[in-house]
C-alpha cells in the first residue's frame, strides 16, 4: 500500500484517517478539497484542477482524501488502495453536526482562509450545508463505491464500516 485514494461521505472521517495513514506509510498526504476550494469557496477552474492533482497523483506513495469525480480517473490510475468509508448515515450526520457546531464556534480555518459556520447548519441547499450534502449524498455514494469495488479488479478495496474498523487499518 503506497498510493491510497480515502473516499467516503462527508464527516465520515476521510480526512482524520488519512493524514494518520499518510505519516504510518511515510507519504504525503493530500486533501482535495483544500485543492478545490480558493478562498471565498470558489473552486478552481477544472484544468487547473485536473493539473495539479495529476501531478500530485504521479508521485511514487501519497494518501489523497476526496471524492471529486472530476479526478477520480487520475488518483485511481495510479491507486493501488481504495479505503472507503461506508458509515451509517446516523453516524455520519452525527459526527458532522458536531464538527460544524465545534468549528463554527471556535472559527476553526480550513482551506484558504475560509471557515465553517453555523448558519449552514439551517440551510437547505446541499451546496451549502455540509450536513445536507452528507445527507443527500449518502446513498450516492455508498451505490458508487459498492459498484467500484466489484468492477474494478486493479484496486485493493478496504470498507470501513466502523470505528474499529478505521483502527484496525492503522494498527
Do not use: C
Not at 506509510?25 to 477552474?45: K, Y
Not at 494518501?63 to 451509517?88: E, M
Not at 459556520?117 to 455508498?142: E, I
Amino acid at each position: 500500500m503506497r498510493r491510497v485514494s480515502v473516499v467516503g461521505n462527508s464527516g465520515s472521517g476521510k480526512s482524520t484517517l488519512g493524514r494518520a495513514l499518510a505519516a504510518r506509510l511515510g507519504v504525503p498526504f493530500v486533501e482535495l478539497d483544500a485543492i478545490h476550494h480558493l478562498a471565498d469557496w470558489e473552486p478552481i477552474e477544472a484544468t487547473e484542477f485536473r493539473r495539479t492533482v495529476g501531478e500530485l497523483a504521479d508521485g511514487d506513495g501519497w494518501v489523497i482524501d476526496g471524492n471529486y469525480s472530476a479526478v477520480r480517473d487520475l488518483i485511481w490510475a495510479r491507486a493501488d488502495t481504495v479505503v472507503w468509508f461506508d458509515l451509517p448515515r446516523r453516524t455520519v450526520i452525527r459526527q458532522l453536526l458536531w464538527r460544524t457546531i465545534r468549528r463554527g464556534v471556535t472559527r476553526e480555518p480550513l482551506w484558504n482562509g475560509n471557515h465553517e459556520t453555523l448558519g449552514s447548519l439551517f440551510r437547505l441547499d446541499p451546496q451549502k450545508s455540509l450536513l445536507r450534502w452528507a445527507w443527500t449524498r449518502h446513498r450516492v455514494y455508498h451505490e458508487r463505491y459498492t459498484t467500484a469495488s466489484a468492477e474494478r479488479g486493479d484496486l485493493t478495496f478496504i470498507r470501513i464500516t466502523s470505528r474499529q474498523d478505521a483502527a484496525r487499518l492503522l494498527g
